[in-house]
């Protein structure tokens, strides 16, 4: 595994790829990376339909780990302090899987809005209104 650092990010900020065959390779993954608390990163892979024993993830093409494969499927989830997945990896970033020195699947990561972060944006949006309300009557 490569020991390289990834920029700090947005508490509960989402980074998804949804990766498909090239090459005539018709598996697929979901790439999933969430920060947490204290510049923690968690990264989860989940493998489809893909062939042989291990494959390797790519991001920004920088081997990042191999992944064992068992009946065509894997699953993998790194938890991170900051500095220890991918250098640079935000919305636009490529994800690579690898086999035998060529790429399997392949797609690019997005920045997806996190549950919490949705929850509370409409807490704010709700107090400030709640607030105007109040103004307006003069309490």
Excluded at 51 to 70: C, D, H, M, Q, Y
Aim: proline share 2%; charged share 20%.
């Amino acid at each position: 595994m490569s020991s390289i650092t990834l920029l700090p990010s947005t508490l509960g900020q989402v980074l998804t790829a949804r990766l498909t065959g090239v090459g005539g390779y018709t598996g697929r993954a979901v790439v999933t990376l969430t920060s947490l608390k204290n510049g923690r990163q968690k990264l989860y892979i989940r493998l489809y339909g893909v062939g042989g024993l291990r494959a390797e993830f790519f991001a920004n093409k920088t081997l990042v780990n191999s992944i064992p494969i068992k009946d065509g499927a894997a699953q993998f989830t790194m938890i991170a302090s900051r500095g220890e997945i991918v250098r640079g990896l935000a919305g636009g970033s490529r994800i690579e899987i690898f086999q035998n020195d060529a790429p399997i699947l392949e797609g690019t990561l997005i920045t997806k809005k996190s549950a919490s972060s949705v929850m509370l944006r409409e807490y704010v949006r709700l107090a400030n209104k709640t607030w105007s309300k109040l103004k307006r009557s003069g309490v």
